[in-house]
């Protein structure tokens, strides 16, 4: 290895960590003045990715998750658009720092989830042509969608609120409206059952949905779920999560 190179490696590795030997022949205050160039454009990306995990953070325990994360973890992507995505790795990793909120990674990846549908403009969101009646055509699920299963309700979370948060399973949907824009919704058990279920490439009409659903919940009386279930299906579309059905031949 050339002495440059060398050189850049004990001087990326400092500022990563000042614990490690600083560069030779480098003048200390230059040193501090590049690490806090490095940590403070870090935290500032993080903060703007996950608002409401810093501001239930004291300062001080906002400023050193971010300096952990700049130490020990290695980006697999030089994105800066997908390095919130490596903070939730990073958290979800096995990080175990013993003063962490029990909740951290989950209202990390749930903040990232909202960034994530955001970014994914490569996919359309257009319901054109999904006309066909929900039980009777295809059901076509929104494909800007992550279906979150989280135990704590990292979607109540605030300032004021994050201490006595206690645990509760929560399962979101969180997907891009037609209007561009991130949403949320709060879904039952058995409706993200549902919602899940549309996600395989194979499912078919809108009734047989139900009645596979009908019969994982080994249901007393399936055609009055299937009954019911066309209400919950034109919830779904109501908030997007679902885009419409299409005709079936």
Not at 5 to 30: E, I, M, T, W
Not at 64 to 89: K, M, N
Not at 122 to 137: I, P, Q, S, T, W
Request: aromatic share 6%; proline share 8%.
């Amino acid at each position: 290895m050339t002495d440059l190179a060398q050189c850049q490696r004990d001087f990326a590795a400092y500022l990563r960590d000042p614990r490690q030997p600083a560069p030779p022949g480098v003048d200390a205050r230059r040193l501090k003045l590049y690490r806090d160039l490095v940590l403070n454009n870090l935290e500032n990306l993080l903060a703007k990715a996950f608002p409401v995990l810093q501001t239930v953070l004291p300062p001080a325990g906002w400023r050193a998750l971010v300096g952990d994360f700049c130490r020990e973890h290695r980006a697999h992507t030089p994105s800066f658009l997908r390095l919130p995505g490596e903070f939730v790795d990073y958290l979800q990793a096995g990080r175990a720092a013993a003063d962490d909120l029990p909740f951290l990674s989950e209202l990390a990846d749930y903040e990232w989830r909202h960034l994530e549908v955001t970014l994914a403009l490569d996919v359309v969101v257009d319901r054109a042509g999904l006309h066909a009646d929900l039980l009777a055509g295809q059901i076509v699920l929104n494909p800007v969608l992550r279906l979150c299963t989280y135990q704590f309700p990292v979607h109540t979370l605030s300032p004021g609120h994050a201490a006595t948060c206690a645990p509760a399973r929560s399962f979101l949907a969180v997907y891009r409206g037609v209007d561009e824009s991130p949403k949320c919704a709060q879904l039952t058990p058995v409706t993200a059952r549902l919602v899940a279920l549309m996600a395989d490439p194979q499912v078919g009409r809108g009734c047989e949905l139900l009645a596979h659903l009908a019969r994982e919940l080994a249901h007393p009386d399936p055609a009055s779920l299937v009954a019911a279930g066309r209400e919950i299906l034109e919830e779904l579309r109501r908030r997007e999560i679902v885009l419409g059905a299409r005709h079936l031949n």
